[in-house]
C-alpha cells in the first residue's frame, strides 16, 4: 500500500461538505481487504464511516474527515484542485493537507503495522461532516459508538497541526470558543431632548470596554489568554439621524482557555452588564469547551514515534482553532498530529509527498509503541 496513491484517490471524490463524492467508498476498499468490518451511519444528509478490527482493551482509533472545505474560484488555482497532480514532488489539490494525506498515512501506516504481525484492536472514525456544521459527523458518531460498546480506549486525530516540518507540534488539547450576540435595550426618543431617552449604543459600548479593559486571564502553562472580541455593532436607524434607537447589539467571541467554561463566562458578560446598569439579554453558542489531555501514555507513545521517526521532539501545543476532539474528548483521552498546515483551505492547497511518507513512518511508529505499551 502506498500512502501517496491512496490521498490521490481520496483527492479525486470533490467531497466539499455535504458531498461525499465517493470518498468513503475508497476508504471502505481499502479497509475492507485489510480484516476491517465497516459501518457506514448515515446522520442526516452526511455519510458517516467506521472501520474496526481485532479486540482488546486497548483499542486504538483514527479518527478524521473526509470532507472538505470549498475551492474557491477553481481558476485561481494553478492545477484542477481535484486532479490530485505532483508537482515538483509536491500533491496538490483540495485536502491534500485537511486531511485525507494523512487519512492515507494511516491507513498505510495500518497495513504496515498488521502486515508486520501486529494484532491489536483498531478503528476507524471518519466522518463527512467536519468542515462543515459538524452536527451529523464525530458528534453524532460518539454516541452511537458508545451505545454499541464500541469506544475506543484512546483516539489520534489526524488535522494538520504541524507547523514547519512533519511531527513538529502535537495537540494535546484545544482552546473553547463561544459567539454570541449582546444586546441591549434602552428608550426611543428625539436626539434633542436626550433626558426623555435612554440611549443603548451608549449603554452598549460601556459594557464592551468594560470587557475589554480587564484581561480574562494571563494564560496558562498549557494555554494562551483568553480573548474577548468584538465582530461587529449594530444599532441606530440608517436613514434618521434625530432619532436615539431602542436596542443597540454587538456580535462577539470568545476563544477561552480551561480556567473558564460557557456557563463561567455567560455570568463574566452578565456582570459586565449588570455595573453599567445596562438592561441586556443573550444569545450565546457555545462551539467547544476548552479541554486539555493531560500528559500519559498516549502522548509518551506519539513522542516516541516522532523522534523515532524524525529524529526530532514535538512540542505541544493548544493553539488554532476547534477540531472533532472537541466530541471526541469526552469518551477517551484524545491526541492530534498530522501535516503541515499552512496550506488548509487556501487555492493550491498542497503537501510534499516525502511528507506523506514521514508522516506513515510516525503513525506506524506509534502504533507499535501504543500496542507494546499494552
Ligand atoms: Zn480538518
Redesign the pocket.
Known sequence: MNPVALAQALIRCPSITPADAGALDVLTDALAPMGFTIERPQFGAIGNLVASRGSGTRRLAFA??TDVVPTGEPAAWSVDPFAAVIIDGALIGRGAA??KGAIAAFVTAASRYLDGGGDGALSFIVTGD??GQAVDGTARLMPWLADRGWLPAAALVG??TSTARVGDTIKIGRRGSINGWLSVEGRQGHVAYPTRADNPITRLVRVLARLQAEPLDAGTAWFEPSNFEVTRIEGGEPVANNLIPAEARARFNIRFNDLHSAISLEAWLRAAAEAEGARASWDIRCSGEAFRTEPGPLSAALVGAVEAATAATPTFSTGGGT??ARFIREYCPVIEL?LVGTT?HQVDEAVPVVDLHTLTDIYAAFLDRWFAQG
Open positions: 478524521g474527515h485537511d486531511m467536519e468542515e488535522e494538520p477540531s472533532d498530522g488548509m
